[in-house]
């Protein structure tokens, strides 16, 4: 659906993206990752076409860059949105919907049933403008999915929206995958990449540094890792997870933790100390990683400036 080959695309003379390669295949949800700055969004208005890269090679279901030409094949939700205000709902996601070929009535039927679906339907006649941030993000959601695209991508699809209309929009991507749709979305939300995604691709200063199933990512990066609860004696558990020739890194939120292992440290060790310490211990589990943990491996400091073959491939 989407190839990406050795990608690079200057601004003047700062570098956006550099070598940048991946593949996503047909039916996939697939999770866009990276810092702030990263080039998510250059890569996805790249696929769109709207920017054109300076080195390397862009296919988009099966030709080279998305012209207009696969205009009504493909679903875009861009991070900044771009609604006309001053229209009612209803007739603006009609027109969205003749833009990408659909008849007037045939948009404006499908237009309903999702303002109906989205919880919408009492807004149809009111102004954009009238609507609140996140009923406007859902609109323009609307908009992308009307004419059924065989490609949806989404930049930040989730940002700003509360937990209800999260979940919601949620179940549409979901179920848009299901029906052989590919989604392609960039978010900084960690959780929610992590519970829907097939594919995960992070990259960190315009390169590719994770790419493939989420499945074999974690199982390049499981074994080593300990999920922790305590119910007293914190600083003590903290003064054990700041042993360097135990802990090689830690995330402490107090009560639990997620702790990788040193190279030199073993999950007996750890379990022998924190009993020691009588830190209460109500968990004490071998995991996987979780997908944040590989986010912030990746593209911290060291990996931020990882040569390009050091990229984990799954």
Known sequence: MILFKDVTKYFDSSLALSGLTFTIKKGEIVGLLGPNGAGKTTTLRMIMNIITPDEGRIAVLGKESA??????????????????????????????????????SLARTKAGGWL????????????VEDLSKGMQQKVQFIGALLHDPELLIMDEPFAGLDPVNSQVMKDVVVEAARQGRTV??????????????????????????????????????GGRHVALTFTRNRDRAARVLADPGLIGKVDDYGASAEVELAPTGDADRLLRALIQEDVGLARFEIVEPSLQSIFIAKVGPEAAVAPAHEVVHA
């Open 67 to 104: 012209s207009r030409e696969l205009s009504e094949r493909i679903g875009f939700l861009p991070e900044e949105r771009g609604l006309y205000k001053k229209m009612k709902v209803l007739d603006m996601l009609t027109f969205l919907g003749e833009t990408k070929g659909i008849r007037r």
């Open 116 to 127: 109906e679906r989205l919880g919408l339907a009492d807004w149809k006649s009111k102004k």
């Open 184 to 221: 392609l979305f960039s978010t900084h939300i960690m959780e929610q990449a992590e519970r829907m995604c097939d594919h995960i691709v992070i990259i960190s200063r315009g390169r590719t540094v994770v790419d493939g199933p989420l499945g074999e990512v974690k199982r390049q990066f």
